[in-house]
């Protein structure tokens, strides 16, 4: 009996006998199993909702509640519990009823001590047999989601190396020209031509570095190490570094936030990451739109039961429904030939990993409202400690 657990080894044992348990108990703790007795249906009950017992060993003739009545009411409470029948040479109508009612096993009196120990120990079989199968199927299930998960990171690989493919031709062709015009220029001793290429040289190099830092921002491993700060300083940490650089452009930045919005738990450094990446298009939405003289960015944070919202409003160029639809596909950028088409897919991304999404609301012409709703606390995450948010890089 060495090999079964604390668990396996618990007996509930129920008579209303007081010398037929005292014997019963004797003999189980001799065979090596931790014994609980009660003496009617009713304190049986009431032992087994507080210690579940995987086994219980009951006589099926008692008074008030019988043992039958007794392995319903334990089968209701828990289907996987052992239960034996203990009756007697007249009672085997009862017994076969039992049977009936899923019970384990039943033995007859008197009771035989190799008898009852055969019974009991095809009871610890059939539990040790359910929790094998129980961690198979859960090692099953482990490794179809592992395998799942690979194949989703292998067609994500895939659609990566031919989304950059893609994404990196065209400032590869911007590039190639402005080497051509830096060489004619040289050639010729043209000045201008000679500055004009360089000028299409730097602003190439600079997409490309873009374009590979995003890449590498969104292809590391990150740690998403939750951090519970305060949502209101966070909100002007963010505000603060993108207003300087929204009011520089001519354009208005209001800012509006819920003075009550407590703590949120978020990593920190990749949220305000996601943030900045949104605003920025707001801001190029509005730098790129000619029909009205004034322009505006709202930033407004609210909160709803259990979330956190940053609301982002820009009356720029608007998008139509189909460029509001490819927004979050990678090297889909709204900025033309200035983006690397990644920020929104990242910023997607983040927003995702911590349960939350970007809402989208839009018209051509009419400006863009992006709702990031996060949740304030992360299900089942680490330790965390408060400290001042970090920026990671826009």
Not at 125 to 147: H, N, P, V
Not at 205 to 219: C, G, H, Q, S
Not at 345 to 354: A, C, T
């Amino acid at each position: 009996n060495s090999g079964r657990s604390m668990m396996e080894n618990s007996v509930l044992l129920v008579d209303d006998e007081k010398g037929i348990r005292k014997v019963l108990r004797i003999v189980l703790s001799d065979m090596g199993y931790h014994v609980r007795t009660a003496k009617n249906g009713a304190e049986a009950l009431r032992l087994f909702k507080e210690e579940r017992p995987p086994i219980v060993l009951t006589d099926i003739k008692m008074p008030e509640m019988d043992g039958i009545e007794l392995l319903r009411r334990l089968k209701k409470l828990s289907p996987e519990t052992e239960v034996i029948m203990v009756t007697g040479h007249g009672d085997m109508d009862l017994a076969i009823k039992s049977l009936k009612y899923e019970a384990t096993d039943f033995i007859t009196k008197p009771i035989n001590v190799n008898v009852l120990e055969i019974a009991l120990k095809r009871a610890c079989d059939r539990i040790i047999t359910r929790q094998q199968l129980k961690e198979y199927t859960e090692s099953l299930e482990r490794l179809i989601r592992e395998k799942t998960e690979l194949q989703d990171h292998l067609s994500s690989l895939g659609l990566m190396i031919s989304s950059i493919s893609h994404g990196i031709k065209v400032p590869l062709t911007g590039l190639d020209g402005g080497m051509y015009m830096l060489e004619q220029g040289f050639a010729k001793g043209n000045q201008g031509e000679i500055e004009e290429g360089w000028e299409i040289v730097k602003q190439m190099v600079e997409r490309i570095r873009k374009m590979v830092l995003d890449i590498l921002f969104y292809a590391k491993e990150r740690d998403m190490r939750w951090e519970r700060i305060d949502a209101l300083s966070f909100a002007e940490e963010v505000a603060r570094v993108v207003e300087p650089k929204i009011t520089s452009a001519g354009i208005e930045f209001e800012k509006n936030f819920d003075l009550k919005i407590g703590e949120l738990e978020i990593n920190a450094g990749y949220v305000h990451s996601a943030l900045l990446n949104i605003l920025d298009n707001a801001a190029d939405a509005c730098a790129r739109d000619n029909s009205k003289q004034k322009h505006k960015i709202t930033f407004e944070v609210k909160q709803d039961k259990g979330h956190i919202i940053f609301d982002i409003a820009d009356n720029g160029i608007g998008m139509d429904d189909e460029t509001r639809a490819k927004i979050f596909t990678p090297f889909f950028s709204l900025k033309g030939e200035k983006g690397t088409g990644l920020g929104l897919f990242i910023s997607n991304k983040i927003i995702q990993q911590h349960g939350g999404e970007i809402i989208v609301r839009s018209k051509l012409g009419q400006g863009a409202r992006f709702s990031v709703k996060i949740p304030k606390m992360q299900p089942e995450s680490p330790p965390v400690s408060k400290k001042e948010s970090q920026p990671a890089r826009s």
